[in-house]
Nanobody, 120 residues
Framework: QVQLAESGGGLVQAGDSLRLSCAAS?????AAWFRQVPGKEREFVAR????????YYADSVSGRFIISRDNAKNMVFLQMNSLKPEDTAVYFC????????????????WGQGTQVTVSS
């Protein structure tokens, strides 16, 4: 079992930065960040393997966002730089015990979500 809890969201202006945190407990897991806007499908943002050695990003955030983890602290992070209004969404931390994937349905464990709003 894995339990996840996100924090760090807020209201910022375009060009600002935010760092989202995901506090985890339980089994070792592969982690990912997703985001969702009302009326749209949940969208893949970034993923990282259980050791932190492999990272992958959606094209829309590559070069701006950085996913990382600190296994000693049982934490996963998403550093978001150069934020744009189109980044506005609820951001979710997710965990899977097996292969890494971009598909929300393949992740068994989810946090409650944290709102990120970027104004122009």
């Amino acid at each position: 079992q894995v339990q996840l809890a996100e924090s760090g969201g807020g209201l910022v202006q375009a060009g600002d930065s935010l760092r989202l945190s995901c506090a985890a407990s339980g089994s070792s897991f592969n982690a990912a960040w997703f985001r969702q806007v009302p009326g749209k499908e949940r969208e893949f943002v970034a993923r990282i393997d259980r050791s932190g050695g492999t990272r992958y990003y959606a094209d829309s955030v590559s070069g701006r966002f950085i996913i990382s983890r600190d296994n000693a602290k049982n934490m996963v992070f998403l550093q978001m730089n150069s934020l744009k209004p189109e980044d506005t969404a609820v951001y979710f931390c997710a965990g899977a015990l097996f292969a890494l994937t971009r598909t929300p349905g393949d992740y068994r464990y989810w946090g409650q979500g944290t709102q990120v709003t970027v104004s122009s």
